[in-house]
């Protein structure tokens, strides 16, 4: 049989001009006790039902895996719409702030009910909640907001506000990765360490001094999105493999940034009109010249020490690209009659791959 309470929840209720909210913790492994994730899908007559997204099942494998690490926190908020079964009983107290009244939030559980008959909707927290339930862990507390709903159309608009907010830019992100601490969700765990990398090229002195934009490097006009990708293959794939550990994702930083000086010197030095220029004006300092040339780099220098390197043989391979580029006036040939305008090629994987191809063949003719 299936078991029926109320579960009783230390909350303060928050006056927001007409609208009153709920600020309450609960076991995240019982938010499905009461609280259901309304999908979005339309009927046989196409009107539309719920409103979230459907769970994405490789985010909550990434969460849980963080949840069940040491150290584990999550302080974001989930946001619950309650229906009018859910009551607030407000407690004894004194004091002058009026907006904020604690109290005891009561929510009736009953196990038996599906997801439509129960007393709350996620608004947002949909993955967390999802990661929380499938985690080994025995409980795990959250903080909740929650807040009374007419119905679906006032939770949709609410699920809209909450999550329409702007995100936090990709390049200050960027930009923190390489001071944060704890473990990240894989796709920026793999990317921490380029981004360690491309703040030494920024802040060090070489060719990238200065040239990468980022949140503090405002009058950068290289894309760090660009030399990201350049460093990420080569450290995944190419050139930089050699100085990663690939038990942990470390890697000899210091080697690292010695062998991208090594080539990128020459580079800036080799095609100096091209480098001084910003991407409007240049292919080479453009998302596609970056990466492209990155290829070049893993291409000539692969599995080769960097102390190990003739990179006298390179400058002279690179000076014999001299008379293939384009990057800033001219055409390219591709061969086969195919030739675009210099500044035809954009930062597009097309392309990228394109003009890696071509110079690649001419380095290694």
């Known amino acids: 049989m299936a078991d029926r309470y109320e579960l009783k929840l230390p909350a ?16 995240g492994k019982k938010l499905h006790d009461f609280a259901a994730v309304s999908r979005i899908r339309r009927d046989d007559q196409k009107r539309l039902h719920g409103y979230q997204r459907p769970e994405v099942l490789s985010h909550i494998r990434s969460i849980r895996r ?5 150290g584990a926190m999550l302080p974001n908020a989930v946001v619950l719409a309650f229906d ?15 907006y904020s009244i604690p109290g005891e939030l009561i929510i009736p559980v009953d196990e038996s009910l599906a997801d439509d008959e129960k007393p709350a909707w996620l608004v947002d927290g949909q993955q967390r909640s999802a990661a929380i339930r499938d985690a080994d862990l025995a409980e ?69 001094s200065g040239r990468i934009s980022s949140p503090t490097s405002p009058t950068g006009d290289i894309k760090d999105n660009s030399v990201l990708k350049m460093l990420e293959h ?15 994702g470390t890697g000899d930083e210091e080697r690292m940034l010695a062998h991208l000086l090594a080539f ?42 960097v102390d190990k390197v003739d990179w006298d043989d390179v400058r002279a391979i690179l000076r014999g690209l001299e008379e293939h580029v384009a990057w800033t006036s001219g055409k390219w040939n591709f061969g086969d009659d195919h030739q675009l305008n210099w500044n035809s090629l954009q930062n597009t994987s097309k392309d990228v791959r394109l003009l890696s191809s071509y110079l690649q063949a001419r380095v290694s003719a």
């Open 12 to 27: 303060l209720k928050i006056l927001q001009g007409t609208k009153e909210i709920y600020c309450f913790a609960v076991d």
């Open 66 to 70: 963080y949840l069940e690490s040491e």
């Open 84 to 98: 009018e079964r859910v009551r607030f009983e407000p407690a004894v107290r004194g004091g002058d702030v009026k």
């Open 140 to 208: 795990f507390p959250v903080a909740a907001v929650g807040f009374i709903a007419s119905g679906q159309e006032e939770q949709r608009s609410q699920f809209i506000l909450v999550n329409s907010t702007k995100p936090l830019p990709k390049g200050l992100v960027y930009e923190l990765l390489p001071e944060t601490t704890g473990q990240l969700p894989r796709s920026l765990a793999r990317r921490a360490l380029a981004a360690r990398l491309m703040v030494h090229l920024n802040m060090g002195d070489g060719p990238f």
């Open 234 to 248: 080569s450290i995944y794939e190419g050139a930089l493999y050699q100085y990663r550990n690939a038990t942990d």
């Open 264 to 305: 990128w010197t020459p580079v800036a030095s080799i095609f100096r009109d091209a480098w001084g220029k910003p991407p409007k004006e240049s292919r080479l300092t453009h998302g596609v010249g970056i990466q492209a040339m990155g290829f070049v780099m893993d291409r000539l220098t692969a599995d080769v020490p």
